[in-house]
């Protein structure tokens, strides 16, 4: 019998293994994609936010503990363990040489990319440069990895004590017991019967959720998160909270990934298909808010918005991969985009005239807000006077969901307020312990990085326990 198993196939997971062989336990690793789509949301990654108290390898300047739990505490409204947000924070300061170990290189932040030269270190290569590495690692330190594994089920006894799990359906499926297990694997944002579930329908008796695109794998679908709240364990969060983003309504409907992302909305304005504006465009730096837009335009009618820029935002963003929609009047662009042209022109006219154009800075929170408009955007507010006009049409990109089991500072899964002894949970799964709502960029990999950590070196130290303890043990906590 093996002695730690995990499931799931990307960061968390291969941090987990790692840590788990490392401390000297057999491990095998259960992903549920093919070999070539391995990594789940992991390979489209870029960056991992860290603390650091000195300029550090690729990181400028100082990024304190204190600047970060404040970041986080604004983004997310006070909706994070305080706790396990200063575990993962501590974490990311002392994370990197560990990954270097593993093969990950880091490069600098790319100029354009999100004010992030401070905070986030940038994966050489992206996410899928990590991944392999890291799948390279542990195939070198004898991690035994099965490709096309995905797990339906897992058999638990007394005290949510882990015993086996099956992959494969019905007949065909296979058990595999082991001493311990991590479980890792992501969300629920690829089952789409799930997300209309927990979205349900509006006043206008749509279904958001079918308007929904998903940024990342398609393997996600949260087919073991469901097994496990449905067998009682502890949950975190709610089923409608997600990282989610305004992307390009061009994009595929899985693994459309970064590039699919409209970054020049803090340089505009957005209107719904009403050609109404509904949003402060400018209320913080774009990373801090990058996170909400997806959600802000799944409140739109038909889920759908328009972001629109004039030739001054041009060079000032991540350009993105398909051209937008571009015209000479706003008029004109009106008419490409669909848009009633009065409506738009009479939403356009009151954002120009309400513009307090003082010194703009796309650095700083500027000055630049508007005056008696509602709602009002409090930065960087200019005319859109300066032709050609661009317009990109935006639709809700899923990241990830928060929904997830609870822990606590040892990663066990919890049943009723009781931890497991021997099964452990990192990443997307969990991810909702610290991320209640919002979002600050790279802050999923600092997670996912730091509990898959504690996660494998737990599910190690357990699987040295021998069963007959751990049975005493839960019945002890049982009675
Ligand atoms: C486009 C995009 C860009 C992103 N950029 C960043 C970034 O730059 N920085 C950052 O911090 N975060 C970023 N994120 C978020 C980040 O991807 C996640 O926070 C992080 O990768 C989660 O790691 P994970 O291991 O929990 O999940 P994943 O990497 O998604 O891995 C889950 C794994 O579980 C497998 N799996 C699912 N179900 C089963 C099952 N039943 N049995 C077996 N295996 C299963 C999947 O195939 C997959 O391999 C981004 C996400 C996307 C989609």
Known sequence: MVDVLVIGGGNAALCAALMARE???SVLLLEASPREWRGGNTQHTRNLRCMHDAPQGTLAGTYSEEEYWRDLLQVTGGQ????LARLVIRASSTCRPWMEK????????????????RTNAFFMGGGKALVNAYYRSAERLGVQVRYNAPVERVELGDGGRFIAAFTGTGAQAERIEARACVLAAGGFESNREWLREAWGQNALGEYPSDNFLIRGTRFNTGTLLKYMLDAGADSIGEPTQAHMV?????????DGGICTRIDCVSLGVVVNAEAKRFYDEGEDFWPKRYAIWGRLVAQQPGQVAYSIIDSKALGRFMPPVFPGTQADSLEALAGKLGLAPAQFMQTLQAYNSACRVGNFDHTALDDCHTDGLAPAKTHWARPLDTAPFYGYALRPGVTFTYLGLKVDASAAVRFGGRASPNLFVAGEMMAGNVLGKGYTAGVGMSIGTAFGRIAGSQAAAASRVPAAAMKQESSHAAA
Do not use: K, M
């Not at 994070?80 to 706790?83: F, G, H, L, V, W």
């Not at 305004?246 to 899985?254: F, G, K, N, Q, S």
């Open 80 to 83: 994070t363990d305080e706790a």
């Open 23 to 25: 401390a000297g336990a």
């Open 246 to 254: 305004a992307i390009d309504a061009r994009a595929p409907l899985y």
């Open 102 to 117: 593993h093969g990950v290189r880091f490069q600098p932040s790319l100029s354009g990319a999100l004010h992030t030269a």
